[in-house]
């Protein structure tokens, strides 16, 4: 398939707004499966994992290649809970496209401004289906004025919905200005084009201005052509939101209703259309091993092979899955590629072409596709793999730090080595999941972005790898960190094996703004402190790092300075220096009162208007603060703040407080001082 031909697209939104369910019609239409899988049914396609079928959510993205119109279209399906958020992460990095999926009753919900803004880093361009028209409680107009409103888009519908609720039963089509229907009982039935009625006409003829107005602001030709009251062809027209998408100067709509089988075809239209193909879009910038300057990579078949290693999946038959978005070059079955990460040769035994969970073997993968390559044993998420002739490393992706943590423990001590092959196959795959043992008690302990989401892991030991395990209560991961300046001299001197080691330095610890991570550097010429010496204070603090001051939990938001240190030529080491460090960092920290941290989340709850005085009561009580309340027609949506540790449980709580009608999401926000400490 030639490179034009391809479309590399994410479908992303919140929880519930219906992406799974379009990504169903979409592979129906497009052929890939023969009758329609159903979320609510636990038959959807896309959803393959068990849990994700008991649970009617999508936890892992999965990826699956259909055609539409001649163009290959590779869709990655991505989680709209926020638990899931290094799922949607690793998508977005590796997209060309995305189609942004809007509930016509919620709106623009909290996860949504979430994946937008994740998209906004990455510059995807993007065109949005808002879906759902059948619903009580549909308005796509309001939907319309809140994509302006909290995602600050440029909104230009190209289709208008006929009805609204239960008679909805068609869309205005802006672009050919006519009436699109679907038979109802029949979804492989064709689509049926009508003239406009007199009753649509009026309002068509409106949104088909404001239309033909915004596509002005991109092309000078179509504003003459409107002005001098001529035809505007349509291969003009379409050239022209092309151009907008991929400039990202606003955003084309499409509406549907993807459970009734209403408005997906158009929708495959316009990501053929209008999203772009790998080389509408600019070189990808790397980073040379040899030297560390930036290097352009030219998305070209003809270039050194260069891929991104965007997710792994473990299977227990052929090892790890890596699922890979090649951008530059041909990678081949059966031959060798280096890992610029691991500096290590791998050879790929075989070369996939997935569908979700089944798959079909290919020869080669080459510039601009997405495929899984089977054989590397070492790899994981964010390694570049190309030529070792060729050496550039693409970008590596970031992720937030886990908030959560739980015990974990095997039920028959002959499981125990079992257990931490499987942790360790889990972190792998996952980078928000992290996996540590506990020196003191020698606990295995796990850590990660919710409830939920450790609750999938943990389910996913026990049912899918079969060990019997133990979990404890979650814990909250607190940090800590300092409140105020100190300067601090710390000096070693030990005897060992005869030799005396001395080191003496003096440290500056201060506390720096939320967010700034924790820093080292020294402000000690190489002729106070040989080079080797300085290396190994380094090494103390960052080692320090983790370690703690109070209580054992790591350090955030400080930064230290050597400022000064004695050298003695006869008795100095690394080991003393070293040793100084993490014995200087410890006191230090402790005279510069110390404090504790906890993880401080937002949280979105969404609850109908009758139980909303219950509601922000029972938040208020867990510490929670409203930063706002904001009413729409059948809902209420509830901004806060609250910290973690007051929140575990809520979801039941909520589902007792509005009778199982609300929702809510949770995500990271900031660390914040601990009131009482633990």
């Not at 790929?348 to 596709?369: C, K, P, Q, V, Y």
């Not at 609750?455 to 019997?468: C, N």
């Not at 409140?483 to 506390?511: C, H, R, W, Y």
Request: charged share 25%; aromatic share 8%.
């Amino acid at each position: 398939m030639a490179v034009e031909k391809m479309r590399n697209i994410g479908i992303m939104a919140h929880i519930d707004a219906g992406k799974t369910t379009t990504t169903e019609r979409i592979l129906f239409y497009t052929g890939k499966s023969h009758r329609i899988g159903e979320v609510d049914d636990g038959e959807a396609t896309m959803d393959w994992m068990e849990q994700e079928q008991n649970r009617g959510i999508t936890i892992v993205s999965a990826a699956t290649t259909c055609f539409w119109n001649d163009c290959q279209i590779n869709i990655i399906d991505t989680p709209g809970h926020v638990d899931f958020t290094a799922e949607v992460e690793r998508s977005l990095r590796v997209l060309d496209g995305a189609v942004a999926i809007f509930c016509a009753v919620g709106g623009v919900e909290p996860q949504s401004e979430t994946v937008w803004h994740q998209a906004d880093t990455y510059s995807v361009p993007r065109i949005a289906y808002i879906n759902k028209m059948d619903r009580i409680g549909a308005d796509f107009f309001e939907v319309l004025k809140e994509l302006e409103e909290k995602l600050g888009a440029n909104p230009v519908p190209l289709y208008l919905p006929i009805g609204y609720e239960s008679n909805f039963k068609g869309i205005i089509d802006l672009l050919h200005m006519r009436e699109i229907y679907w038979p109802e009982d029949d979804p492989k039935a064709g689509v049926k084009y009508k003239p406009l009625s007199d009753e649509n006409s009026v309002i068509a003829h409106k949104w088909r201005e404001k239309l033909l107005d915004s596509l002005g602001t991109v092309s000078d030709e179509i504003t003459e052509l409107y002005l001098e009251g001529e035809e505007i062809p349509i291969q003009l027209i379409n050239t022209t939101i092309r151009k907008g998408v991929l400039k990202q100067s606003f955003l084309p709509i499409f509406v549907g209703a993807s459970l009734r089988n209403i408005g997906v075809q158009p929708l495959l239209d316009g990501i053929t259309e209008y999203l772009p193909a790998p080389l509408d879009l600019p070189p990808i910038t790397g980073i040379s091993v040899k030297n560390e300057t930036k290097v352009d990579v030219e998305r070209v078949e003809s270039g050194n092979p260069l891929a991104l290693i965007f997710k792994i999946q473990n299977d227990r038959e052929a090892g790890p899955l890596c699922y890979v978005r090649v951008y530059s070059g041909i990678i081949k079955k059966g031959t060798t590629v280096y890992n610029m990460n691991k500096r290590k040769r791998e050879r790929l035994t075989r070369i996939l072409r997935m569908h979700s969970n089944s798959s079909e073997d290919l020869s080669t993968l080459s510039a601009g596709d997405i495929g899984v390559i089977i054989g590397m044993k070492d790899a994981q998420t964010g390694d570049t793999i190309g030529s070792e002739g060729h050496q550039v490393l693409l970008e590596s992706m970031h992720f937030p730090e886990p908030v959560i943590t739980v015990a974990i423990e095997p039920k028959t001590m002959s499981d125990m080595d079992k257990l931490k092959k499987t942790l360790n196959s889990l972190m792998k795959e996952d980078p928000t999941f992290k996996v540590k043992e506990d020196d003191e008690t020698g606990q295995l302990v796990i850590s990660g972005m919710g409830e939920l989401h450790l609750d999938v892991l943990v389910t996913r030991v026990t049912k899918e790898f079969k060990i019997d395990a133990r979990i404890g209560s979650p814990q909250v991961s607190y940090r800590e960190s300092i409140s105020k300046e100190v300067d601090f001299t710390e000096k070693f001197q030990k005897i060992m094996a005869g030799k005396e080691n001395t080191a003496e330095i003096t440290l500056k610890v201060k506390p720096l703004s939320s967010g700034e991570g924790t820093t080292f550097e020294s402000a000690v010429s190489e002729k106070v402190l040989p080079r080797e010496y300085q290396d190994a204070v380094q090494r103390g603090i960052m080692n320090s790092f983790s370690g703690g001051i109070m209580y054992g939990y790591p350090t955030i938001d400080i930064g230290v300075t050597l400022t000064d240190a004695v050298y003695n030529e006869l008795t100095s080491s690394a080991f003393a220096y070293e040793a100084a460090a993490a014995m200087g960092f410890d006191n230090a920290c402790r005279q510069a009162s110390p404090v504790l941290l906890e993880p401080v989340m937002n949280v979105d709850v969404l609850c109908p208007k009758d139980y909303i005085g219950e509601v922000i009561n029972n938040l208020t009580a867990r510490g929670g603060l409203v930063n706002s309340l904001e009413s729409r027609p059948a809902i209420e949506h509830i901004n806060s703040q609250s910290p973690l540790a007051k929140m575990f449980g809520y979801a039941t709580v909520l589902r007792s407080l509005t009778q199982g009608r609300g929702t809510f999401s949770m995500e990271f926000s900031h660390f914040a001082p601990k009131e009482g400490g633990i």
